[in-house]
């Protein structure tokens, strides 16, 4: 059986394939660092967008609430107000499995 150039030539781009596997596997910068980088970056991007607008949102419904002495820079701190406030409504001290009286 006389060797064809096509074997040849599939062997090495076989061959390239698994080298830039291997390659990729081995790279420090694996796809879940990618992926949590542009995560990272895109948060960051909503944070700086929506954050006047909190404050804005902040002010309104907390009148008695200070300035953040820093700006946000996750989504986290971004809410965390708006957290907080969710938690106090309905708040009467009390627990909250009690059954109501009738009257």
Request: with cysteine.
């Amino acid at each position: 059986m006389k060797p064809h150039p096509l074997n040849y030539i599939t062997l090495c781009v076989s061959l390239c394939a698994l080298g830039y596997a291997a390659w990729l596997h081995m790279n420090h910068l694996s796809a879940d660092s990618l992926a949590m980088n542009a995560l990272r970056q895109r948060e960051r991007e909503l944070v700086e967008k929506f954050a006047p607008r909190m404050e804005d949102v902040y002010r309104d419904m907390i009148p008695h609430r200070k300035p953040p002495s820093v700006t946000p820079t996750t989504l986290e701190e971004l809410i965390e107000p708006l957290v907080h406030l969710m938690e106090s409504v309905g708040d009467t001290g009390g627990t909250t499995n009690e059954v109501p009286a009738e009257k």
